[in-house]
């Protein structure tokens, strides 16, 4: 069974139609017999149609042509096979060509079976350059019709019971793609589109013979069968490679599509003279609303880069450039640009701020899979890829289903502390799935490891184990045990016995639940687990909250001396900057602003002040425009921004309003949470927000600009996430009464909207 087979029947069916025509009493000089469709391309199934055209020379009287024609078709129906046709001149096909795109795409397969081959080779050299000049015309119509077939079958590769031909994925679009290659528009990888081809029209083959009638749909009842059929070990490893084989015909329509509709044009769709290009991080460039990754960048030097690149296009709402991804693969294949272990700091931050762009992160990470860049990365995914889920609950195949889960909880991300433990845990609580074991205990050792490899500390790591073996936990209980009963609460405090970590499992829960569908997660269950967590919250004491920084020995003493002192240290892509100054109010949001300035993105930072004197500590990453930082740069503009702080801030703007520029991804909405008991002398702001440029400054400004002091501050950039932690006092001392700290903390969530 397979192409071989297709193609016999293909040739019985030939000389079928040739024995018929001979004896119709067609003369062979003014008569042709063409094939078009799966029979054009010697591809029948047991059930497939003879899709056929009958051409003549127009001299025929009609009674005479309908004579002959009847004398074809009449003995084929006898033997109940079933023909499509069409009976037409050549001056008539070239009518229907421009008429009709079935027509147009159908002949672009047609071949001779046997007649005249002159007539069939002018209407084939007329469908081709028809196809090719008017592809302006015909590709926005296809596109068309493949967006409406898509309303009505849904996604071949998620679907429970999908239709190998007609649904999304399916051998429709591989007639689409190659018809779209053929009309020279763009250059198609021909030889991953036959792959896909090869399998699905074999499990259709396999389908017509198991259910003994022309049918495409693969239903429950005879997965079973066309996996014994084709020596499948069950039914979920058929289905994996179909869904593998419907994903990959998908991932290049997409692709195609994107690149004919952008293709030498700017944002608007105008037609550029030439390339615009902006660079956005080492070996990172945005060219034609695409990001890319520059060819002749040393990878092995930089292996990040892939990485940077995927979360740069995530959260710019943009496509990976389909030419740099697959230059990346090749180069990876043979080895360069691997990953350390464990993973350096900016590359699992990399991967968080994938997880955390939502619905955008979605292409960029099949992108990633279609190209098999994710295995080198992380090798754990192949053995969930295209994992089916036997079981009504589930919309999509497990691996799928984890990346949806984290599109939802990238919406869930300011009800949490540690939005990065959320993100990667949702993306990858079903990595336990494949076997007979628990899932949830699987998972919990194979994530070990990874988390690990990627750089993760052990504590977290144990937290995301916690939260993987127990990611069920709160749906089971909410909706199988009495909420009332001191024993359900108890039963859930000794699994989880802390406030950060159950908030994580909440959300965790409601990404779980949306992403598996309304049949599995309801108002009424979210309910039922909020009013859950509301009663665990009250049995645990709260300790979410960063603990002040502690200073070292050698920066108390560094201090005393109360001058302005500046230490940087050059840690590759990293600059690691030590600022100890005399304290004034707003004086984090001034040297916030003077690193904006220099194109320093800050990524950690830690600040507390001692006898009038404020002790920073600031990790940033310089974007490529930004000059090498030294000592005496950063002292120089720190003493001109402290000098001049209206021009620091008009100057801020301006750079903010640059960046206004760029494309934007929809994120939530900033929280900012006030804790008026957590310490003895400061009132504690909480900032959890999407990051942007001059961040920090923002909130530090409108700290200073409410006449408050920031006693000390912890700021933490997880992925694309921020959360900045600010003790903040009275100008004199004293912590903020009950009403100051409400109304400082509305007008900072006014300033981020």
């Known amino acids: 069974m397979g192409t071989r087979e297709r193609r016999l029947r293909s040739n019985e069916s030939d000389l079928l139609i040739s024995e018929l025509f001979l004896g119709s009493g067609a003369d062979s000089q003014e008569v042709a017999i063409a094939a078009v469709g799966s029979f054009g391309r010697g591809e029948l199934s047991p059930g497939s149609d003879l899709d056929i055209v009958i051409i003549h020379s127009g001299s025929y009287s009609p009674a005479k042509l309908s004579e002959i024609v009847n004398s074809i078709l009449y003995p084929l129906w006898d033997k109940k096979i079933k023909v499509d046709h069409s009976v037409r001149t050549r001056q008539e096909v070239r009518s229907a060509l421009s008429e009709d795109l079935k027509v147009a795409m159908g002949l672009l397969d047609i071949r001779l079976v046997c007649g005249s081959a002159d007539l069939v080779a002018d209407v084939q050299s007329m469908a081709l350059s028809a196809w090719r000049d008017g592809s302006s015309h ?163 030097a930089d292996p990040v880069v892939g990485l940077r690149a995927a979360a740069t296009a995530a959260q710019l709402g943009l496509r990976l450039s389909f030419d740099s991804l697959r230059i990346y693969a090749d180069a990876l294949d043979v080895g360069r640009g691997k990953l350390p272990t464990p993973w350096p700091r900016e590359a699992r931050e990399y991967l968080i701020t994938l997880i955390g762009a939502g619905p955008a992160m979605v292409e960029i990470f099949e992108a990633l899979d279609q190209e098999e860049i994710l295995f080198h990365w992380i090798p754990e995914w192949r053995g969930v890829r295209s994992l089916p889920q036997r079981n009504v609950l589930h919309r999509h195949t497990v691996d799928r289903h984890m990346v949806e889960t984290a599109v939802s909880a990238a919406a869930l991300t300011r009800e949490v502390h540690r939005p990065d433990l959320l993100l990667f845990t949702a993306l990858f609580h079903d990595i336990g799935k494949g076997t007979e074991e628990d899932h949830s205990l699987r998972g919990e050792i194979l994530i070990a490891p990874l988390a690990e490899r990627i750089g993760f500390n052990q504590r977290d790591i144990a937290t995301i184990q916690l939260l993987i073996r127990h990611h069920l936990l709160l749906s089971a209980t909410a909706t199988r045990r009495d909420l009332d009963d001191p024993a359900t609460i108890a039963s859930v405090v000794e699994s989880i016995n802390d406030v950060g970590t159950l908030e ?160 934007t991804i929809p994120v939530p909405a900033p929280v900012v949470e006030t804790f008026l008991d957590a310490a003895t002398d400061a009132t504690i702001i909480e900032v959890r927000s999407h990051d942007r440029p001059a961040l920090l400054f923002s909130i530090g400004d409108t700290v200073r600009k409410c006449n408050i002091d920031i006693k000390s501050a912890i700021v933490t950039t997880l992925g694309a996430e921020a959360i900045d932690t600010l003790y903040v006092s009275e100008i004199g001392g004293g912590a903020l009464s009950t009403e100051r700290a409400l109304e400082v903390a509305s007008r900072i969530e006014s300033s981020l909207k």
């Open 138 to 300: 015909y590709l926005p119509l296809l596109r068309q019709t493949l967006e409406e077939r898509y309303e009505r079958n849904g996604e071949l590769a998620y679907l429970l019971e999908p239709d190998l031909k007609e649904s999304r994925g399916g051998l429709r679009d591989i007639t689409a793609l190659r018809a779209i290659h053929t009309s020279g528009a763009l250059i198609l990888p021909m030889e991953r589109v036959s792959q896909a081809e090869s399998l699905l029209s074999t499990v259709r083959e396999a389908l017509h013979i198991v259910s003994g009638r022309d049918k495409d749909r693969l239903l429950f009842a005879e997965q079973d069968k066309v996996a014994e059929l084709l020596k499948y070990s069950d039914a979920d490893a058929l289905m994996s490679d179909v869904a593998q084989s419907a994903r990959a015909v998908d991932y290049l329509m997409q692709m195609t599509w994107y690149q004919y509709q952008h293709k030498g044009k700017d944002g608007l769709g105008r037609f550029l003279k030439r390339t615009r290009s902006t660079s956005v991080s080492p070996g990172v460039t945005i060219s034609n609303r695409e990001v890319v990754i520059d060819n002749n960048y040393d990878i092995d």
């Open 504 to 663: 994580l499992l909440h959300a965790l829960s409601i990404a779980d639940g949306e992403a598996t569908g309304r049949a599995a997660w309801s108002d009424w269950k979210a309910s039922l687990v909020s009013e859950l967590v509301r009663k665990t919250k009250l049995a645990l004491t709260d300790n979410t909250v960063m603990q002040q920084p502690e200073l070292r020995d050698d920066q108390i003493s560094r201090a005393a001396l109360g001058s302005l002192d500046v230490v940087i240290e050059d840690r590759g892509h990293v600059y690691s900057v030590e600022i100890i100054s005399p304290d004034k109010t707003g004086l984090l949001s001034i040297v916030s602003g003077v690193l904006n300035l220099l194109r320093l993105d800050v990524r950690s930072a830690r600040t507390k002040t001692i006898n009038g004197v404020a002790v920073m500590e600031w990790l940033v990453v310089p974007d490529p425009n930004a000059p090498d930082l030294t000592s005496e740069d950063l002292q120089r503009e720190l003493i001109k921004g402290l000098a001049a702080e209206e021009k620091l801030a008009e100057r801020i703007q301006n750079r903010i309003d640059d960046y206004a520029q760029m494309p």
